[in-house]
T-cell receptor, first 113, second 114 residues
Framework: AQSVAQPEDQVNVAEGNPLTVKCTYS??????LFWYVQYPNRGLQFLLK??????LVKGSYGFEAEFNKSQTSFHLKKPSALVSDSALYFC???????????FGTGTRLQVFP | DAMVIQNPRYQVTQFGKPVTLSCSQT?????MYWYQQKSSQAPKLLFH???????NEADTPDNFQSRRPNTSFCFLDIRSPGLGDAAMYLC?????????????FGPGTRLTVL
């Protein structure tokens, strides 16, 4: 069965520092991986996805993610964090059998000034 | 701008009083989804429509129903809301069911049950 794991409930980083939000996945076929961000009392916003091709995927708001097949990871990164990046981040994988999105448990990112 | 719209943004209802949440989209997407999200947990899929084809999740309570009268609109009906149904309800769309297509979410409706 497909699954994603976000091992950190919360990540704290100082503004201007690089940030990483971790995600590992388990799939039986080719992975279709997504990152979403959720601000308080808002819906989820799509950040980026990996389907095939380059392992480094660039997305919205300066975020990028690195697909690593050998480590089955898809970590979200940003070179320089902003206070406004503080939000809840969800990693998701598309289920091979049902095409549904399977979400991780979410990681709360807190960027301190 | 093309978007997913949910109304109302906040809904208060009484225990057992039926409530309807609405979702509309200007993206002309074929697939529409309803999710339930509780207190910063991962969204839980309730059901989805591929065009007019309705797909119910096995663990979605019978208390939850949905209608999609046309491509643009989709409704979530909660026939007899309980306290445990208080949550954020998210509507999402995708162009089609292909695995590489991302889903576009509306802002959500926060339901309070008194």
């Amino acid at each position: 069965a497909q699954s994603v794991a976000q091992p950190e409930d919360q990540v704290n980083v100082a503004e201007g520092n690089p940030l990483t939000v971790k995600c590992t996945y388990s799939v039986s076929g080719n992975p279709y991986l997504f990152w979403y961000v959720q601000y308080p009392n808002r819906g989820l916003q799509f950040l980026l996805k990996y389907i095939t091709g380059d392992n480094l995927v660039k997305g919205s708001y300066g975020f990028e993610a690195e697909f690593n097949k050998s480590q089955t990871s898809f970590h979200l990164k940003k070179p320089s964090a902003l206070v406004s990046d503080s939000a809840l981040y969800f990693c998701a994988v598309r289920d091979d059998n049902t095409d549904k999105l399977i979400f991780g448990t979410g990681t709360r990112l807190q960027v301190f000034p | 701008d093309a978007m997913v719209i949910q109304n109302p943004r906040y809904q208060v209802t009484q225990f057992g009083k039926p409530v309807t949440l609405s979702c509309s989209q200007t993206l002309n997407h074929n697939v529409m989804y309803w999710y339930q999200q509780k207190s910063s947990q991962a969204p839980k899929l309730l059901f989805h429509y591929y065009d007019k084809d309705f797909n119910n999740e096995a663990d979605t309570p019978d208390n939850f129903q949905s209608r999609r009268p046309n491509t643009s609109f989709c409704f979530l009906d909660i026939r007899s809301p309980g306290l445990g149904d208080a949550a954020m309800y998210l509507c999402a769309t995708s162009r089609d069911g292909r695995r590489g297509n991302e889903q576009f979410f509306g802002p959500g409706t926060r339901l309070t049950v008194l």
